[in-house]
């Protein structure tokens, strides 16, 4: 689908030429070959826009709508960062089953976008949400609620989680935005409030009042300037720390939480922004669809040192509170001091039991909600009341925990999509064999079993 007028492509390369003074070209597939779409999955693209003050690149939004959710509270929104590696993960973001999970709870709908942004081009172009992504966005909630009988997806508040870029494109929503957004995961990037010389692309944000009652986090890796002071991410850390000291010395409800494993990868850090977009999501949306977000419960805040490891409830805090990390919860706070540490959130809640499970000869297929807390790693295949196989054999994720889906740089599931089938290769000839599926999180805790498939 395609609203925006086009941009020819030798007007994107003279953006891209004219702000790096190098010589680009226009973007090529595999833009042209995203994961396909089917209900309640749907999906809408733009051309670049030929106006200046319009996105100058190709984009689509793919939105996931939460099976029988009648009216939806909120959008989920999960935004890549720069470069053409990472604008390709923004492919799969509305078919991660962890963030789907988080999506459920809420009857929110989860949107990610793929900006489609050559590898050398700017940006700014698109993660400046005043240079036509908002607008784009905004076009792309009203379309997509069209195509998927939510127009409501249109007007509902929005939950912001972005990395790198997609931090800067969050915070500056946030800025530009703060009464529709309910809360904004800042990863590694963060919008800037005062002019830098070393950046003059980068025009600063203002710092509205509004702004200041919007939970915030940045999620900064150790390795982007905090315990490592050079390298190509060690401005990351004074980038977070300058908004961090600026906004919380203004009362924002801000925190930081150092991710102390890894570099601008973003590592295990769902299993924070998750439960932590949770808490923000259960106390502002209002309860009935329309109405004005509700303010955090300042009685409940915890407060933490900066770069500190441990909180305390806001009124027993013994530092200077407007220096202090804002955390929303005791709970949230527990998950902070364990997360700062080592990344290792415990987790007692088994996750869902399988359920759909269906046999066609010896393949079957199932369906699975993740754990909300530490998501799903694989299913286990039981014939007949033992287990004779894992699905996948051995889960992979470099960047963290092993995941059923894997994981890509910006958080997203690999490709291929991981599929929930079983074909067995080895059934006892005439023995009418009964399948069921075991669930496993990240932490190895199993659900109970599924039903048997359903009679044939």
Known sequence: MTTMPARPAWLITFFAAALLGTTAVAQEPPYDAPPA???PTFRVRYDASSREDELTF??????WIPEGVKTLRCVIVHQHGCGEGSCLSGQTGAFDLHWQALATKHDAALLAPSYEQPQEAECQLWCDPRNGSSQAFQQALADLGKQAGHPELATVPWALWGHSGGGHWCGGMVM???ERVVAAWLRSGVPLL???PARPQIKPHSLPEAALAV???CNPGTQEGVTVKDGRFAGVWPANENFFRTTRGRGALIGVAVDPLTAHECGNQRYLAIPWLDACLTARLPEHPGEPLRPMPADAA?????????ASPHAHFAGLREEAIWLPSEATARMWEDYVRDTEIPDASPPPAPTRVTQ???TITWSAQADLESGLARFLILRDGEEIASVPDEPQNRFGRPLFQGLQYSDTPTVPLQMMTFTDESPQP???HVYRVIAVNTLGLRSAESPPPAPR
């Open 176 to 178: 530009l935005h703060p």
């Open 215 to 217: 939970p915030m986090m």
């Open 360 to 362: 066609k000869g010896t």
């Open 430 to 432: 005439g023995v009418d």
């Open 37 to 39: 779409v089917a209900a």
């Open 58 to 63: 190709p984009v689509q939004y793919t939105v």
């Open 194 to 196: 005062e002019a830098d």
């Open 302 to 310: 915890w407060l933490a040192p900066l770069l500190g490891t441990q």
